[in-house]
Nanobody, 125 residues
Framework: QVQLVESGGGLVQAGGSLRLSCAAS????????MGWFRQTPGKEREFVAT????????YYADFVKGRFTISRDRAKNTVYLQMNSLETEDTAVYFC??????????????????WGQGTEVTVAS
């Protein structure tokens, strides 16, 4: 059984930065794609970023391009989301996800097999 645990969320001023981490346990996910999604109350969970198994390919939602960077440490079974130039619209609960597939093309929730519990990010104006 795979467990994903996110950390690094919190309160930050607009324009600031946060780094989210997602640690996986129970199974090595070094050969699987990983992704980040986010959700606000009353809205669907939306895709943010994904990274392939080898960490050589990434893909981002348009609204975070140039501001967020996804990365992973395969040896540590951990994926990161560096968030810069944060905006109030980035306020959400951020979820880490793992897919059985290896590539960095999965943007739909149903393409991911494991989910973390989420970490809350609040961006104040």
């Amino acid at each position: 059984q795979v467990q994903l645990v996110e950390s690094g969320g919190g309160l930050v001023q607009a324009g600031g930065s946060l780094r989210l981490s997602c640690a996986a346990s129970g199974r090595a996910l070094s050969n699987h794609a990983m992704g980040w999604f986010r959700q606000t109350p009353g809205k669907e969970r939306e895709f943010v970023a994904t990274i392939d198994w080898s960490a050589t390919s990434t893909y981002y939602a348009d609204f975070v391009k140039g501001r967020f960077t996804i990365s992973r440490d395969r040896a540590k079974n951990t994926v990161y989301l560096q968030m810069n130039s944060l905006e109030t619209e980035d306020t959400a609960v951020y979820f880490c996800a793992a897919s059985w597939a290896p590539g960095a093309t999965m943007t739909r929730r149903d393409e991911y097999n494991y989910w973390g519990q989420g970490t809350e990010v609040t961006v104040a104006s």
